[in-house]
């Protein structure tokens, strides 16, 4: 088994036991019966768990998609309940006195404007 496998089933298995689930594709494939005089045919039997092993392998795969994307919807709500915090400033504004601000504000930056090229029209 080569190192990247078995990182993977490490990770796997580590996942598999937080979440209590006892057996892991890599303890699957590791398991050895006993041989008894009319017991199971053992290639049957390592087909069969090939399968559950693959089974495994896509309830792992699919456990970790679904961790990834529940801890980017824990960052966006956090981005979010941040983002709200700061809305209610502005929310409790009165909108006559919003609007006269900014009529006030473009009015300065006209009069900045005028001033500028007077003193700009001086200059030559």
Do not use: C
């Amino acid at each position: 088994m080569d190192e990247h496998m078995k990182r993977r089933l490490d990770k796997q298995k580590k996942l598999f036991s937080q979440l209590g689930i006892g057996l892991d594709a890599l303890t699957i494939h590791e398991k050895e019966f006993s041989l008894k005089l009319r017991g199971y045919d053992p290639e049957e039997v390592d087909t069969f768990l090939d399968s559950v092993i693959k089974d495994y392998e896509r309830f792992y795969a699919t456990i970790a998609d679904l961790m990834d994307k529940w801890q980017e919807q824990q960052l966006e709500l956090r981005d979010l309940k941040a983002a709200k915090n700061i809305v209610p400033s502005v929310k409790g504004i009165d909108p006559k006195i919003l609007e006269e601000s900014i009529l006030k504000l473009e009015m300065n930056v006209k009069q900045l404007k005028e001033k500028l090229l007077e003193t700009e029209e001086f200059k030559y």
